[in-house]
């Protein structure tokens, strides 16, 4: 008897344990059932349009263009004639096998791509006779295209979704596209849309019969949204002509709002060249072998440069703020600044004044080397103790932004480096003071920043004490951002009445300093010119290498529309290069044109090349790593 109910029992509980089961798989997760594993049922996925790019004006910079991919779900495919098949995709057949065994590996009863991007004359062709094996199908795609060949580093590109990611994101198919790099890396969730899906029923000769449950599981596609960058794109093109033969970097940004109106890295490249089936060669050559050029890094933001000169207006800004000079401190120059009692313990300096008193205006316009290193001792040195005073100078550097990453919307980026008292705690065992890194007051020593950053900073001087986050989007679907981050502006440490003299001391360099010969008639320019020397490590020994040139600048000197910094590597002065390339921007975003007058400076920028200097550099390949990082 006993034994009887415990048998009734068992058989009840398993029972109930079955209807449990079907009641939660047949009610509770139906309405949540992917059919995608059922070998009875196919799933055609509907590829949305990705969103397309306009720069400020609504000048289409990004559109879209179809590509046919063969398709493979291996547990489908049926014994077939290899060489046939092979000759109809124009592959032999270990390629065959190399890629269908990549296919199986990822998953047997998901779709992935076995050959991609065909020719429009090749899927005519295929699309009448590839019904016969099975398994296998085309899928319509969409790839990108560039009407206008500009701005690859800002655009980015988009490729083929890996393994891994496949693997643990449920969004993506192996072999599906997405953003790689720039705003299609960056905003890759905006641009792509949502793809749909089609369930079609097959029966046991898997043949299509209709559709898997009348469609009800169906969705269909969104989409991408369209952006607008804050990118002018005619600008960005005439700086990337400006910059062909050099090597560098240009940022301007306009700084009542922090957007980038051009974001030039030079040399660069042609963004239709990682398009279509021309991407995997091109791609090769751009990322593997053109490893001296390195087109595809962006010296605007992964640049880590010696700022020089600039850099002083940010060591008189920051006097002013901890009242150890005045705009009529004096200091004299005799040829440079002596900090010790060595011969190689003298800086030299080119401002022209001897044993004269020399003001703050003089100085900036001049760019004299003494005064701003007596002022920098001032500034870490104020409280007698070194580190501190570092520290406190960190604290004001980093409120313009520099030594971090900024937070602008693009993927790419380095923090730069702007030492405090730990840094140099950590690296002399004796006491040290400002004299240990006095070059920091000129922008050598190891103060490293990036182009963005120190266009970041002249923005910040512009606006007299505060900036806006740089970024490259300025709308979404016609609707314009809201981020506080980009709309909110950032103050500095610096009190707005220090930055007037400074101002006039830069506005002084285009009027008869260092700049004053790439004055343009009729826009008032402020800006400060900067060679920065550039060493390497050869056979143990410092070398040193033709120095960069450095320009930023702002304009018109009140209600200011552009501030920019400009670097060239190995352009030698600021005054050569990088000044009159600075006045040509400035002038033709602001007057929309070159005057006349102007028309042979713009043909000596166009005209010149570096090449010859970078060259020396091929036949030394122990320089070619500067510290440019």
């Given at each position: 008897m006993q034994k009887s109910f415990l048998l009734y029992f068992l058989i009840t509980i398993t029972g109930l344990v079955f209807i449990g089961r079907l009641f939660q798989l047949q009610i509770i997760k139906s309405k949540n059932y992917d059919p995608i594993h059922n070998a009875a049922v196919k799933v055609v996925y509907d590829y949305p349009e990705r969103g397309y790019v306009y720069d400020r004006n609504g000048e289409l910079l990004v559109a879209n263009q179809l590509s046919y991919d063969v398709m493979v779900q291996p547990n489908q495919v049926k014994p077939l004639d290899t060489l046939e098949f092979c000759n109809l995709l124009k592959i032999d057949k270990?390629?065959?096998?190399?890629?269908?065994?990549?296919?199986?590996?990822?998953?047997?009863?998901?779709?992935?791509?076995?050959?991609?991007?065909?020719?429009?004359?090749?899927?005519?062709?295929?699309?009448?006779?590839?019904?016969?094996?099975?398994?296998?199908?085309?899928?319509?795609?969409?790839?990108?295209?560039?009407?206008?060949?500009?701005?690859?580093?800002?655009?980015?590109?988009?490729?083929?979704?890996?393994?891994?990611?496949?693997?643990?994101?449920?969004?993506?198919?192996?072999?599906?596209?997405?953003?790689?790099?720039?705003i299609e890396r960056q905003y890759e969730d905006v641009l792509r849309g949502r793809k749909g899906k089609k369930y079609l029923h097959r029966n046991r000769f898997n043949k299509v019969t209709g559709s898997y449950q009348n469609g009800s599981k169906d969705t269909l596609p969104v989409n991408g949204k369209d952006l607008m960058l804050t990118l002018d794109i005619e600008l960005q093109m005439y700086a990337q002509k400006l910059m062909k033969g050099k090597r560098g970097g240009i940022v301007a940004i306009e700084p009542s709002t922090g957007e980038i109106l051009a974001l030039v890295t030079a040399p660069s490249y042609d963004p239709n060249m990682l398009v279509g089936r021309k991407r995997s060669p091109n791609s090769y050559k751009l990322f593997n072998l053109d490893s001296i050029e390195k087109p595809t890094f962006d010296r605007g933001l992964l640049a880590a440069y010696p700022p020089g000169s600039p850099f002083?207006?940010?060591?008189?800004?920051?006097?002013?703020?901890?009242?150890?000079?005045?705009?009529?401190?004096?200091?004299?120059?005799?040829?440079?600044?002596?900090?010790?009692?060595?011969?190689?313990?003298?800086?030299?300096?080119?401002?022209?004044?001897?044993?004269?008193?020399?003001?703050?205006?003089?100085?900036?316009?001049?760019?004299?080397?003494?005064?701003?290193?007596?002022?920098?001792?001032?500034?870490?040195?104020?409280?007698?103790?070194?580190?501190?005073?570092?520290?406190?100078?960190?604290?004001?550097?980093?409120?313009?932004?520099?030594?971090?990453?900024?937070?602008?919307?693009?993927?790419?980026?380095?923090?730069?480096?702007?030492?405090?008292?730990?840094?140099?705690?950590?690296?002399?065992?004796?006491?040290?003071?400002?004299?240990?890194?006095?070059?920091n007051a000129i922008g050598q020593g190891e103060v490293l920043t990036t182009p963005i950053q120190l266009a970041n900073f002249t923005a910040a001087i512009a606006n007299r004490g505060f900036f806006y986050t740089p970024h490259i989007v300025k709308k979404i679907n016609n609707e314009f951002i809201d981020d506080p981050n980009y709309v909110k502006p950032k103050q500095t440490t610096i009190d707005k009445e220090h930055f007037s003299p400074v101002i006039e001391a830069m506005h002084e360099v285009f009027k008869?300093?260092?700049?004053?010969?790439?004055?343009?008639?009729?826009?008032?320019?402020?800006?400060?010119?900067?060679?920065?020397?550039?060493?390497?490590?050869?056979?143990?020994?410092?070398?040193?290498?033709?120095?960069?040139?450095?320009?930023?600048?702002?304009?018109?000197?009140?209600?200011?529309?552009?501030?920019?910094?400009?670097?060239?590597?190995?352009?030698?002065?600021?005054?050569?290069?990088?000044?009159?390339?600075?006045?040509?921007?400035?002038?033709?975003?602001?007057?929309?044109?070159?005057?006349?007058?102007?028309?042979?400076?713009?043909?000596?920028?166009?005209?010149?090349?570096?090449?010859?200097?970078?060259?020396?550099?091929?036949?030394n390949p122990e320089e070619i790593a500067s510290r440019t990082k």
């Open positions: 270990q390629d065959f096998l190399k890629r269908f065994k990549r296919a199986e590996r990822y998953a047997s009863y998901l779709p992935s791509v076995f050959l991609k991007q065909l020719a429009k004359e090749d899927f005519a062709f295929l699309q009448e006779k590839l019904h016969k094996y099975s398994g296998f199908y085309i899928q319509k795609r969409i790839i990108r295209d560039y009407p206008l060949s500009a701005a690859a580093n800002v655009l980015g590109y988009i490729g083929e979704v890996n393994e891994q990611k496949a693997r643990t994101n449920s969004y993506y198919q192996q072999g599906e596209l997405e953003g790689k790099d720039g002083k207006m940010m060591n008189a800004l920051i006097g002013l703020q901890e009242n150890v000079i005045n705009k009529q401190t004096t200091f004299r120059c005799y040829h440079g600044y002596r900090y010790g009692n060595r011969p190689n313990e003298f800086m030299g300096c080119h401002c022209g004044i001897y044993n004269r008193p020399i003001k703050l205006k003089t100085a900036i316009a001049r760019s004299c080397n003494s005064y701003f290193s007596n002022t920098y001792r001032r500034i870490v040195e104020k409280d007698k103790n070194a580190s501190e005073g570092l520290d406190n100078w960190n604290r004001h550097v980093s409120s313009f932004g520099l030594g971090n990453y900024l937070g602008y919307d693009l993927p790419a980026g380095v923090p730069g480096l702007i030492p405090d008292g730990k840094y140099y705690d950590s690296r002399y065992k004796y006491t040290w003071n400002a004299s240990t890194n006095i070059s008869s300093g260092t700049g004053k010969y790439s004055q343009v008639k009729g826009i008032e320019i402020c800006g400060k010119t900067g060679t920065a020397e550039n060493f390497v490590i050869k056979n143990g020994n410092k070398v040193q290498l033709d120095d960069h040139s450095i320009l930023v600048a702002f304009a018109p000197k009140d209600n200011p529309k552009i501030a920019l910094a400009v670097f060239v590597e190995n352009g030698g002065y600021g005054s050569t290069i990088a000044a009159p390339i600075s006045s040509l921007i400035i002038e033709k975003y602001i007057n929309g044109s070159i005057s006349d007058k102007n028309k042979y400076r713009e043909n000596s920028m166009f005209n010149m090349s570096l090449e010859h200097i970078y060259a020396k550099q091929i036949e």
